[in-house]
């Protein structure tokens, strides 16, 4: 069984500081994994994925995530923040299974970005 | 190119009722794939849809199922609603034999059950 922990619900950073949101997985093969955003009363945005290939994977909005095999996580970075990045962010993981497999998602973290 | 879109956006409902949501997938995709998202909660996965029949599913009750129609839309249906039916449905659509991250999502659609 597949599955992601996503700590801390809540993240609070000023305009221009660093974020980093923790994700660490758990799975039994290697897995895909991904970062998700979603902004109030929409749906879900895919920001990156990592799917065996390069372990930095860069996403857009300037987003990024490293994938690290010893630590088991995929934490998601932005060296600067931007109020438009305040939103609920979801790390989910995944299998290939040679047909689209469900996504297993994290249970989030709420990003604020202050002045 | 239309990206994914689901109807109706916002469903009240009483419990007891029956339900039915809508989804049409983005241009090109034949997968589609359920999720129910409570508040506070990160999405679950419902169940999945490919050439009209169910290949997957999650830990959801017989309550919830769902139709794949041969144009590649969807539709899930709920009945016998309880409040704790109360969530975001999320309908994401995929290519079969594609990789499994091109999964793109829907707006959702909100329903409440009073």
């Known amino acids: 069984a597949q599955s992601v922990t996503q700590l801390g619900s809540h993240v609070s950073v000023s305009e221009g500081a660093l974020v980093l949101l923790r994700c660490n997985y758990s799975s039994s093969v290697p897995p895909y994994l991904f970062w998700y955003v979603q902004y109030p009363n929409q749906g879900l945005q895919l920001l990156l994925k990592y799917t065996s290939a390069a372990t930095l994977v860069k996403g857009i909005n300037g987003f990024e995530a490293e994938f690290k095999k010893s630590e088991t996580s995929f934490h998601l970075t932005k060296p600067s923040a931007h109020m438009s990045d305040a939103a609920e962010y979801f790390c989910a993981v995944s299998r290939y299974t040679g047909t689209a497999s469900k996504l297993t998602f994290g249970t989030g973290t709420r990003l604020q970005v202050t002045l | 190119d239309a990206g994914v879109t689901q109807s109706p956006t916002h469903l009240i409902k009483t419990r007891g009722q029956q339900v039915t949501l809508r989804c049409s997938p983005k241009?090109?995709?034949?997968?589609v794939s359920w999720y129910q998202q409570a508040l506070g909660q990160g999405p679950q996965f419902i169940f999945q849809y490919y050439e009209e029949e169910e290949r997957q599913r999650g830990n959801f009750p017989d309550r919830f199922s769902g139709h794949q129609f041969p144009n590649y839309s969807s539709e899930l249906n709920v009945n016998a609603l309880l409040l704790g039916d109360s969530a975001l449905y999320l309908c994401?659509?995929?290519?079969?034999?594609?990789?499994?991250?091109?999964?793109?999502f829907g707006p959702g659609t909100r329903l409440t059950v009073l």
């Open positions: 994401a659509s995929s290519l079969n034999g594609g990789p499994t991250y091109e999964q793109f």
């Open positions: 241009s090109g995709h034949d997968t």
